[in-house]
């Protein structure tokens, strides 16, 4: 059964931080393609992060650019994100998503569709 799980959201006010874990199961985590993805009420789903299998390659969209950081741990089958000097803005449910046999990709980490696995997510709120 493929499924990743998302624990680490919660209340934090500005300028805090939060840490983000993401477990999966079910696939061949060490040969994919994770990363993170929110969305805030009333817009779209945006991409925060990704980092390809053996971490020598990480994608960031620009407001999250120095404040968040994507790491993986593959002998525990985990990926993490951390979020420091959290602002109002990056209040939003965070999904866990996963490519799995593939690459993370300069002009494709961003869009949704590329990944075929996704987390229930865990909502972050900042206030």
């Known amino acids: 059964h493929v499924q990743l799980v998302e624990s680490g959201g919660g209340l934090v006010q500005p300028g805090g931080s939060l840490r983000l874990s993401c477990v999966g199961s079910?696939?061949?985590?060490?040969?994919?393609?994770m990363g993170w993805f929110r969305q805030a009420p009333g817009k779209e789903r945006e991409a925060v992060a990704s980092?390809?299998?053996?971490?020598?390659?990480?994608f960031y969209v620009a407001d999250v650019r120095g404040r968040f950081t994507i790491s993986r741990d593959n002998s525990k089958q985990m990926v993490y994100l951390q979020m420091n000097n959290l602002k109002v803005e990056d209040t939003a449910m965070y999904y866990c998503?996963?490519?799995?046999?593939?690459?993370?990709?300069?002009?494709?980490?961003?869009?949704?569709?590329?990944?075929?696995?996704w987390g229930p997510g865990t909502q972050v709120t900042v206030s």
């Open positions: 980092i390809n299998s053996g971490s020598n390659s990480t």
């Open positions: 079910g696939y061949s985590f060490s040969s994919a393609c």
């Open positions: 998503v996963a490519r799995p046999l593939g690459a993370c990709f300069s002009d494709s980490w961003d869009h949704s569709g590329a990944y075929k696995v």
